[in-house]
């Protein structure tokens, strides 16, 4: 009878033994990024036990788990011939003889004590404690007696539980210290190489898996240049005019901006304002000055409805004006290949219409449908000008990349329509990308819902970029800034004007937040994005002070002195 009991404890000791050896105490996945590319041979170790530990491979991919580390989930210290199991809900016990009392103690990852049990003198067999509802996260289980006293940790995720660690000892070495508190969270990771930023990363489970997490060389993590900083993600572009590139802006250009876009010098207008009359001196300074600062320069912009000479659709018929498009088009790409890599080749051709087929602009109540803008090239040519521009871009510099550029992507319904054609231009091999202008606004507007930036979210924003870039496009945000108003007020009502020279702190705050808001979720998009450009360099100099009522805005990176503002240290700071 005897030998019967004792074998029937063993097999219940090794079918708990068992059980528990199958299910991981810590599975810790994911792959270490520099922004742009995996980052191989970086060291990746649970801060609070060093025995997890794993170099990333060639794909920048690591494992911490029972591999790496601890090896099974019953943990038996032999010295105390002591037994703790955890099945499901429940905790076992095998106290050995001898030790009168127990006392176990569940904590939480800071130290509070959440219940006490005692296992009491008369105990038979295995004694078990049903455990309370917890909610995920780390806790710690600490069972003392007269004799002995350790430390165990309770992994609790949404769908299972899980007892690890081998502990002896007081809870400084699982990270409690004395008086019974924790300054950091659950547990961290750490990641180290030579000539990258030591990184540690809070983790809240031990059960995570496809950790994504940035590890930036020294070199990035420290750059004090804009473009620098963000190297490793996208170019960072800058519009400039015909002073800018050249006055005392041009230093802070070259400093923290890799690409350019001529603000308005290389509209149509300005490369060919009567017929065959062709302008590239400006341009052509301009876009050697941002090479010679090793700069990309983005194109903008060859078929747009403003900023065309009226001689453009003077008498002509669709095939008159396709052939000026065709011609102005092959001039100037030919002038500037090889020095433009991309260009917007048609800009704002879709608006909204309200029941009188009159462009709602911002007030999105009267909306019907979306559609084409109804600008001399649609009235001339339909649709068809849209196409016949990528074929003459296309063809006039077969290396360059050809986009689509315009504003409130953010909006469901204009975007579906810029779907529909884009698609088409896909499908023929005439277009590469889209341009996301972002003209913003320091928050969305909230007093009328039916106004487009109302729309202006992050959220929308990430939707818009996911979108296009799943139609296989490149996508650049070509115009961002942050003008300091909402949309809320009419521009003309002066008493509403910020007319203080310089920005107020809390202005200043509010505009930073919103920066990052949105950076941060370029970067975390930088497999879609290859540019973002400022729609300018700094607040002395904004389209929004003249548009569209001479209201002053402040809406830049750099303000009116030319130093960074606080938004600029928002978005380096990551
Ligand atoms: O060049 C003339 C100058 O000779 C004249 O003395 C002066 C008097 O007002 O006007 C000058 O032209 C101005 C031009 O900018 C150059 O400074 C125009 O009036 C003015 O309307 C024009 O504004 C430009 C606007 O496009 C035109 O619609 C802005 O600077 C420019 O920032 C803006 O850029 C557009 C993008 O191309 C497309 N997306 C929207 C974005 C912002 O509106």
Not at 300 to 326: I, M, N, Y
Not at 368 to 395: C, L, M, P, T, V
Not at 396 to 415: E, H, I, M, T, V
Not at 493 to 505: G, R, V
């Amino acid at each position: 009878m005897e030998m019967i009991r004792i074998f029937s404890t063993l097999i219940l000791f090794y079918t708990f033994f068992c059980a528990a050896a199958q299910a991981p105490d810590i599975s810790i996945t994911g792959i270490i990024t520099d922004g742009r590319n995996p980052v191989e041979n970086a060291i990746v170790t649970l801060v609070k036990d060093s025995r997890f530990a794993d170099t990333t491979d060639s794909k920048g991919a690591f494992t911490l788990s029972n591999k790496t580390g601890i090896s099974n989930n019953t943990v038996r210290n032999s010295k105390e011939n002591n037994l703790i199991f955890l099945r499901g809900n429940r905790l076992y016990f095998s106290v050995p003889d001898g030790i009168s009392t127990s006392d176990v103690m569940l904590h939480t990852a800071k130290g509070r004590c959440i219940q006490k049990y005692s296992l009491g003198k008369n105990r038979s067999g295995s004694p078990s404690i049903e455990l309370p509802k917890l909610s995920t996260g780390l806790y710690f289980i600490s069972i003392s007696s007269d004799r002995t006293s350790i430390i165990r940790k309770l992994i609790v995720t949404a769908t299972k539980k899980y007892l690890c660690g081998n502990s002896t000892g007081n809870f400084t070495s699982t990270g409690i210290n004395q008086s019974g508190q924790t300054s950091t969270g659950v547990d961290q990771i750490k990641i180290t190489k030579e000539n990258f930023l030591t990184k540690q990363v809070d983790i809240s489970s031990y059960k995570i898996e496809d950790l994504s997490i940035l590890f930036e060389p020294e070199s990035i993590a420290n750059a004090t240049s804009l473009h620098k900083r963000y190297s490793n993600f996208f170019h960072i572009g800058a519009a400039v005019d015909g002073n800018s590139y050249k006055d005392a802006h041009a230093s802070i250009w070259k400093t923290h901006f890799n690409s350019m876009v001529c603000e308005n010098e290389m509209k149509w207008t300005a490369l060919q304002p009567s017929s065959g009359n062709f302008q590239f001196s400006q341009a052509n300074a301009m876009v050697n000055a941002a090479r010679s600062s090793g700069m990309l320069v983005r194109g903008h912009v060859l078929c747009w409805f403003d900023q065309t000479p009226d001689w453009v659709f003077q008498g002509a018929s669709k095939e008159v004006l396709f052939g000026r498009l065709r011609n102005h088009i092959s001039k100037v790409m030919s002038e500037f290949k090889g020095k433009v890599y991309a260009w917007d080749v048609v800009n704002e051709a879709v608006i909204g219409y309200n029941d009188n087929d009159q462009d709602v602009g911002e007030d999105l109540g009267s909306l019907k449908r979306w559609g084409y803008r109804n600008s001399k090239w649609y009235q001339i040519a339909g649709e068809d000008h849209i196409f016949e521009a990528f074929k003459a871009a296309r063809a006039a510099d077969p290396n360059a990349k050809l986009f689509y550029n315009d504003f409130w992507n953010y909006l469901d319904g204009k975007r579906e329509f810029i779907i529909s054609f884009v698609k088409k231009l896909k499908e023929q091999n005439l277009i590469d990308g889209v341009g996301l202008q972002c003209h913003l606004n320091i928050s969305a507007a909230q007093e009328k819902k039916n106004n487009q930036s109302a729309y202006q979210t992050v959220d929308n924003l990430e939707k818009e970029i996911r979108e296009y870039a799943a139609l296989g496009l490149d996508v650049h945000i070509t115009e961002l800034d942050i003008s300091i108003y909402t949309r809320d007020y009419v521009s003309d009502d002066k008493s509403k004007w910020y007319t203080s020279p310089d920005l107020n702190e809390a202005y200043q705050d509010k505009l930073a937040k919103r920066y990052k808001e949105f950076f941060d979720m370029f970067r975390r998009n930088a497999d879609k994005i290859q540019n973002v450009t400022l729609w300018g360099i700094s607040d002395d100099n904004t389209w929004l002070s003249e548009f569209p009522s001479g209201r002053p805005d402040h809406p830049l990176l750099f303000d009116k002195h030319l130093k960074p503002k606080k938004a600029f240290d928002a978005i380096m700071d990551f």
